[in-house]
């Protein structure tokens, strides 16, 4: 039913924030705090007696880990987690590796004047709880994996071999709720010559820098946080900084990175509506679009910029998203020329760089 609030547990052991956090909660018109609980030995028995719809789960707790309650929980009862993190680098680290784990997404606590600062993030906080209590959840298969491995899906795909196809297209990717782990999956496949690759994925600054440490930790390509005025390569990806839009520029012949620090796009700064955009403006047919997982309509215009400049995109299907927000709406704009499951689209993408780069070597 429409009407139906979101039922949410809080687990955390500051009393603060677990009075914030219920006081944020309970203004909202659709949702309702059913219980609340400073350690997740208590938590368990609030969850097997409330049925919650989503579970707030603070990052760093006495008597269980977070992360251990976690993976036992996404094993036995998955639900719907948004944790509640600290900017330190260890908060950031273990929030990483909670998204590995099955939670859909995170807020960060101020790092001072908690109190302001957490009233500051109620809109935000609020946005989480509604997209995860929306989100596809797909249960682990194996105590601490975060995917099937099956068949060598982790695997890189074949080198392009091309070397026009690898220096003179890129692929252009934004992401949002979800879009982590979605990340991951499409890198992990990129072979070592792929062409470059421009991200935008929803994360606060702080985090970002995390994340593409430790992706470039596991992926046969080299993965970095962006910085401004940097060349394009093959083999290489680019994540935007969480503080600053990412934009395709160009330098002569080369394909450059830039960073702006203007006023947020559909409430992001990055966006990735700022990044499709520059790459419609600067790259037209020689890019390829592929817009994943995450809540809004953030992209959509951007991509449908893309196609009319001449670039190929690809969204992912409802089925593999966490939150099938951002690629409906691409695809109801007409942006879009493929749909795909996740596990299908790298092979997709580089396919068509065969396509065009073969394309390319005929003219």
């Known amino acids: 039913m429409s009407d139906r609030k979101i039922r949410v547990v809080i687990v955390d052991d500051s009393a603060l924030i677990r009075s914030l ?9 659709d949702m309702e705090v059913v219980g609340v609980a400073p350690d997740p030995l208590v938590a368990r028995e609030l969850i097997r007696q409330t049925n919650p719809d989503v579970l707030t789960l603070d990052v760093e707790m006495p008597r269980m880990d977070g992360l251990d309650f976690l993976e036992k929980l996404m094993r036995l009862r998955p639900m719907p987690v948004v944790m509640v993190s600290s900017l330190t ?9 909670a ?23 109620a809109d935000l906080i609020a946005d989480k709880i509604r997209a995860a209590a929306k989100a596809r959840i797909r249960p682990r298969s194996q105590p601490g994996h975060s995917a099937p ?3 060598g ?12 196809a690898s220096s003179e297209k890129l692929i252009i990717l934004g992401a949002s709720t979800g879009g982590t782990e979605a990340i991951k999956e499409f890198l992990l496949r990129m072979p070592s010559d792929c062409p470059g690759v421009l991200i935008v994925q929803h994360m606060p600054e702080g985090f970002t820098r995390s994340f593409a440490e430790r992706l470039d930790r596991l992926c046969k390509i080299s ?24 934009l395709l520029g160009r330098s002569g012949a080369n394909y450059v990175t830039q960073l702006d620090a203007g006023p947020p796009v559909n409430r992001h700064r990055p966006s990735v509506d700022v ?5 419609a403006q600067n790259a037209g047919k020689n890019a390829i679009g592929v817009i994943l997982t995450g809540m809004g309509k953030d992209g959509a215009v951007g991509m449908l910029e893309m196609k009319r400049a001449g670039a190929w995109n690809i969204a992912q299907d409802e089925a593999s998203c966490v939150v099938f927000g951002m690629p409906r709406e691409a ?33």
């Open 21 to 29: 956090m219920r006081e944020i909660i309970g203004s909202q018109p």
């Open 89 to 97: 680098g260890r908060g950031t680290e273990i929030t990483l590796r």
């Open 99 to 121: 998204l590995e784990l099955g939670a859909v997404d995170f807020v960060s606590k101020p790092a001072s004047a908690i109190e302001s600062g957490m009233r500051e993030y």
């Open 149 to 151: 491995a099956a068949h």
């Open 153 to 164: 899906a982790q695997q890189p795909l074949p080198a392009l071999r091309n070397l026009l």
């Open 223 to 246: 993965v970095k946080e962006a910085i401004h005025g940097e060349r394009v390569l093959p083999g290489h990806a680019y994540i935007a900084p969480g503080h600053s839009h990412l």
């Open 275 to 279: 990044l499709f955009r520059s790459a």
């Open 331 to 363: 695809i109801a704009m007409g942006g879009t020329d493929e749909v795909a499951a996740i596990e299908a689209i790298p092979a997709l993408v580089l396919a068509q760089m065969h396509r065009q780069g073969s394309r390319t070597l005929r003219v």
